[in-house]
C-alpha cells in the first residue's frame, strides 16, 4: 500500500506530541509536515526531548502540500478559524480535535459534514467520511458507560456521573491548578453543572433514544495523576445486571478497543493505551458504570488514529496496539 | 487544671500514632501508656521516628492503672473483646475509634451506651458521656455532608455518593492496593454497595429524619494520596441554594470545625487538620454537596480528642489548632 | 509578656503563606498588617482558603506603623530595593527571607550588619541582632551536614553533594518545570555547577576552617513532592564513624530541632515541621551525611520564626512544634 | 522466518509482566507457555487485566518442550535451581533475569558461560550466546554512564554515584518501604555500600580498565515514582567537556537505545521505553554524568528482548520502539 502523507497542525502540543509519537511508528504513515507556529524552525526532537533518535523533522509554518490526512491539535475555537484561513486544505481528509465542529448545527464545513468521530458509535460513517470531529476526552469516557442503555431507550431518570481526569487534560500551559504544588495529592471539581463535553454527551444520547431529555448530571474533577479519566455513572434502571452485561457486551463486540467486564476496572488499565474498559455493578434498582480511558489517546489522539484507520480502510488497531504503562 | 491521664491501646498503628502527635502537645494531658502488642518494650520514638526529641516514653503491654482517659485504636472487632477480657477498664472514660459500639444495637457496654461521638450532632451528650464510639472516616465526611437536609427532612429522593479516599484509609498493613506501584497514580472502587460506614451513616440521617429510607447509593473509590476523603453527594431538591446554603450555615454555626462555602474547596485545605469544610452547588432542581476532611484527623484521631476535650470540659479546640498542610 | 506586633511583607507567596500559618498560632504575637501588592484589600482567607475560621484579616499595600519585627518574603533582589524605598521601616526588627543579605559583603544596612540567621551557627549573635538574613533552603540542609566536620577542619577533600527539593522550592508563579504533567514521577537536575546558594554555604563552611577553599560539588534536583529537601553529601575521612557520630552529636548537643542518629531517615520524618535530621554512615574510608529538612519550614519560614523567637528572647521552640505530617 | 518459542518462568511477577506485554507484540515470536507456581491454571488476563482482549493463555506449571528460549523471571538464588532441577532445558536458548550467573565466577552452568547481557559492552559475544545472564537495573544505569570512561582508562578516582529508583524495583510482594502511605512523597536511602549490584558494576569497569579498583561510592535511594532509574555520577577528571561528549558519542555510536547529550534529561523521557538517555557537564575538573532508564525495561525485560533479537539475528529494535509515557 502507498504510504498516508500526514500533517499535523498545532504539533507542540500535548496531543500533537501524542499524535507524534503513534504517528511515528505507522506502518502506513509518512509524517510530512508539523506546524507550530511557536515552535516553526526547531528540530522536533529538541522539543520533545524523548523522540531524540526516532525523528530528523523539523516544525514548520505552512501545511505540506501532499499531505492526504490533516489533524487539527489546536485550541477550541481556533480550528475553525484555520480552516477558513486555508481553503486550499478543504480537499484534504481532515481529523480535528478540538470542539469547534463536534455539533451537529456546527458540523458543516465546505458543503461536507464532520461526522463524529466515536468509532463505536459511528463506524461506518467515519469509513466513508472526509472530515472528522473527534469527540472530547469526558465525552469519549461517559458515553461509552452510557450508549447501550441509551440504544435500548433505557435512561429514563436522572444520570448522576461523577468523573476524575488527570492534569494533561489542562492542557500544557501551566496554570494554578497545575502547578504541581497544588494538585499533588489534591482533588477538586470544577465546571459543576457546565462542563462543554455535556452536549456532545447528550446529542449522541439523544441521538440514539429520542425519549431522553439531557437529564445528566456532571461533577468533573481533577485528580493528582497525570494520564486517564474514571467516569462513575448512577442511575436507577429496571434491568438486572445480567441484562445490563449482555446489552453492553453485545452492544461493544465488534469495537475494537472497547471491553465490558463486572470486575473491579482501575485507572492504569488503560494509561498510555487506547483501550476503554467498562464495569458494571447492580444492586436492587441502582446500577453504577465505571470507565476508563487515557484522555491523551483514546480520549485525543489515539482515537485520532483510529478514525484515520478507519477512512483508509485499513486494519482499525494498526499503530494503536500499545503497550500499556500497567504500573 | 489537673492533667488528664491518657492512655492508649493500638498504639503502633495509622490512628494511635495520630493520637500521640497531638496529645504530645495537648497542655493539659500526660500520656501515661500506650499499649502495643507487636512493640511492647520497645521505644516509641524508634518506631515513630518522626518522634524523636519529643517523647522518651516507651510501648507497654498493659493500660497503666492511673488513667483517665483510654483511647482504644484496635481493628473492628477486637475493641468488644478487650473491654470484655479488661474489666477494671470499664471505670475508665472511653473513646472508641473502632466500628464496635457505633450502632445503637451494639453500643450497651457495662451498662452503660456508648455516645456516637460526632460533635456536629451529639455535642451535649458527648459532654456527659463515659463511652464515646468515634464515627467512621466516610461516615464523618458523608454525614457533615447530610445532616441539615435530614434536619430538615429534605432527604427525599436517591441521595448518590461518590467519595474518594487516600490510603491511609487502608490501614498500616501493606496490601494489593496499598502497593505504590499499583496505587500510584490510578483510581479503583471498591465495596461498591456494600461498605460498612453506610449503617452509621442511616442511622444518622434516620435519627433526624424518620422518613428517611436507606436510599444511598455510595461508591468508595482508592485515590493516589495519602490523606484525606472527598465525597461527592448529589441528589434533586426543591430548595434554593441560598435556602440550602442558609440551613448549613445555621447548622453549623456553632461547629469547632466545620465550616460551609459556596466556593471551591480542594482536599488539601483540610489535610493535617481537623477541619470540615462543605461545599454547595445546585442547578435547576439538583443539588451537589462537597466535603472534604482529613481521614486521620476529623476522621478518626483528631475528632477522638475533640471528644475527649468535651468530655472534659476543655475548650474544644486544646491542641487541635493544626497548621495546614497546604502544599 | 506584651504582644510582639509582626508584619509579613509578600505575604501572599508560599513563605508568606506559611509564616501566616505559624504566625496565626503564636501565643505572643499579634499579626498587625500583612503587605501584597497583588492581594492588597482582599480578605487572606479568601486567598489561602485553608484558614477560613482562623483569621478577618486583610491583605494591605503597607506595613503597619506600630510593627515591632517585619517578615520580607519577597523575591530576590527585591528585599534590598523595598528596603531602601521604605527607610522608615530600618528602625524596626528585619528578618530578610531572600538571598539579598545573605552574604558578608551585601550585609550591610542602616549601618547595621545582617546576621546569618543559623541557628546552630549563631545562636548568641541572632539574640541580640536587630536584622536577619534567613539562610536559604538547600543552604540550610547541606550546612547543617557539614558544619561540625568544619568545625573541626576536616573538609580536606572535594565534597560531593546531590540534593533534590519539592516543588515549593520553586514558587508559586506557575512555570514548565513545576507543571503538574511534567513533574509528576519524574526527577531532573538543574542549575548544575552554579546554584546561588553554594556561595553562603561556602562563606559559613570558611568560617569554621579557614582552610576550605570552596571544594563543594553541588547536583541540585526536582523531586516528584511538594516539600523538603534530602541532602546527601558524600565524601573521605579519616574520622572513624564513632568519631563522625560524636562530633555531630557534640555539636547539635543544644540545637532545638536539629537530630543526629546513625540509623535511616526519610523525608517524611520532617515534612510540615521545623526539625532537621541527619544520618551518618561510613565505609572504609568514606562518610555519607543525609540530611532533611522542610524546605518551606526549617528552610523559610519556620527557621524565620524561630530566629523571632531567639531575638525576642521567647523560648526557642515557641509556636514551631508542629505535627508532622508523616503521611 | 519461523517465529521463535517463547516460554517464561515466573511469568506472573514485574517482570514477567513487561516480558509478556512485550512479546504479545513481537511480530517475530509465539508465547508457549508462562509458567507460574501461584498462578498455574489462571488465564493471564484475569491476573494482569490490562491484557484484557489480547491474549487467551493461561498459567501453566512446565515448560512447554517446543520452546525455543527460556526467560528466567526468578527471584534471586532461584533460577540457578530451578535450571538444575530440570536438566532438560538446557538445551534452550536461556535469558535469565536473576543476579544467578552475572559474576564471572558463578556464569558457568552445563559447560557453557553466561554471556553478560549488556549490549552496548558484549553484543557481538550476546549475538553468539546460548545463555545470557540480563544485567540488574541499577547496574544497567551505572555501567553505561561510566563505561566510556573505563574504556579509555580514566576512572583515577572515587566515583560517588547517587542513584534514585522506582518503586517497581523493590519486586511485586507488598512491603513497608513499598507501601503507599509511606512511599508517596517521601525519599530514603538504603542499602548503603552494600548495593549488590555494585560487584557487576566493578566487573564490568575493571574488564575495560585493568587499573580500575573497585572506587565506587553507592548510595541508592527510593523516589516517589513506580518507574525509573536516575543515576547521578560525578568524579574528577582531566578531560574537558567536549573529549568527554566525543569520547561517549563515540562509544553509543552504534547502540540501538543510548543516546548521549549535553543537555538536561529527565527520567520521563525513558520510562516506558527501552532507552538510555546520558547527560554530560563538566565544571573546572568535576565531570557529573547523568544516566536514565526504565528499570523493568532496559532494566529488565526489555534489555531482555534485545538480547533475544540479538541471539536470534534479529533486528535489534523489534518489538521494542515502545510509546514513551512522557506525562
Redesign the interface.
Given at each position: 500500500m502507498q504510504t498516508i502523507n500526514a500533517s499535523i497542525v498545532g504539533g507542540a502540543g500535548?496531543t500533537g506530541?501524542e499524535l507524534l509519537?503513534?504517528l511515528l511508528?505507522h506502518p502506513d504513515v509518512t509524517i510530512n509536515s508539523v506546524v507550530s507556529k511557536s515552535q516553526a524552525g526547531n528540530k522536533i526532537s529538541?522539543f520533545?526531548?524523548?523522540?531524540?533518535?526516532?525523528t530528523d523533522l523539523i516544525f514548520t509554518s505552512t501545511v505540506d502540500k501532499k499531505t492526504d490526512v490533516l489533524f487539527l491539535c489546536l485550541p477550541h475555537g481556533e480550528s475553525k478559524h484555520y480552516l477558513l484561513k486555508h481553503p486550499e486544505l478543504a480537499s484534504k481528509k481532515i481529523i480535528d480535535l478540538s470542539r469547534d465542529f463536534r455539533l451537529s448545527n456546527d458540523a458543516l464545513f465546505n458543503n461536507k459534514k464532520f461526522v463524529y468521530g466515536l468509532p463505536e458509535l459511528y463506524r461506518s460513517d467515519i469509513a466513508k467520511a472526509d472530515y472528522i470531529a473527534n469527540p472530547g476526552c469526558f465525552a469519549t469516557t461517559i458515553q461509552l458507560g452510557l450508549l447501550p442503555l441509551a440504544q435500548k431507550h433505557e435512561l429514563n431518570q436522572?444520570v448522576?456521573v461523577?468523573a476524575?481526569t488527570?492534569?494533561?487534560g489542562a492542557g500544557?500551559k501551566?496554570?494554578?491548578t497545575?502547578?504541581?504544588?497544588?494538585?499533588?495529592?489534591?482533588?477538586?471539581?470544577?465546571q459543576?453543572?457546565?462542563h462543554p463535553h455535556v452536549e456532545e454527551i447528550n446529542q449522541s444520547l439523544h441521538h440514539l433514544q429520542n425519549s431522553y431529555h439531557e437529564q445528566l448530571?456532571f461533577?468533573p474533577?481533577r485528580?493528582?495523576?497525570?494520564?486517564?479519566i474514571?467516569a462513575?455513572a448512577?442511575l436507577?434502571t429496571k434491568l438486572s445486571e445480567n441484562e445490563v452485561l449482555e446489552l453492553y457486551t453485545n452492544f461493544y463486540k465488534e469495537a475494537a478497543?472497547t471491553?465490558v467486564?463486572n470486575?473491579?476496572?482501575?485507572?492504569?488499565?488503560?494509561?498510555?493505551?487506547n483501550?476503554c474498559?467498562i464495569?458494571l455493578?447492580k444492586?436492587k434498582d441502582?446500577l453504577?458504570i465505571?470507565s476508563v480511558i487515557d484522555n491523551?489517546l483514546k480520549g485525543a489522539a489515539g482515537q485520532a488514529v483510529q478514525n484515520m484507520n478507519l477512512m483508509f480502510g485499513l486494519e482499525e488497531k494498526t499503530a494503536l496496539?500499545?503497550?500499556?504503562?500497567?504500573?
Open positions: 500535548y506530541g509519537r503513534i511508528q529538541d520533545f526531548t524523548d523522540l531524540t533518535g526516532e436522572t448522576y461523577n476524575i488527570g492534569s494533561t500544557q501551566p496554570s494554578d497545575t502547578h504541581y504544588s497544588w494538585r499533588h495529592s489534591n482533588v477538586s471539581a470544577y459543576l453543572f457546565n448530571v461533577v474533577q485528580g493528582s495523576f497525570t494520564r486517564g474514571m462513575t448512577m436507577q478497543f471491553f467486564t470486575k473491579a476496572v482501575d485507572l492504569k488499565m488503560v494509561v498510555n493505551t483501550k474498559f464495569q455493578s444492586h441502582q453504577v465505571i491523551l496496539q500499545l503497550k500499556c504503562l500497567t504500573f
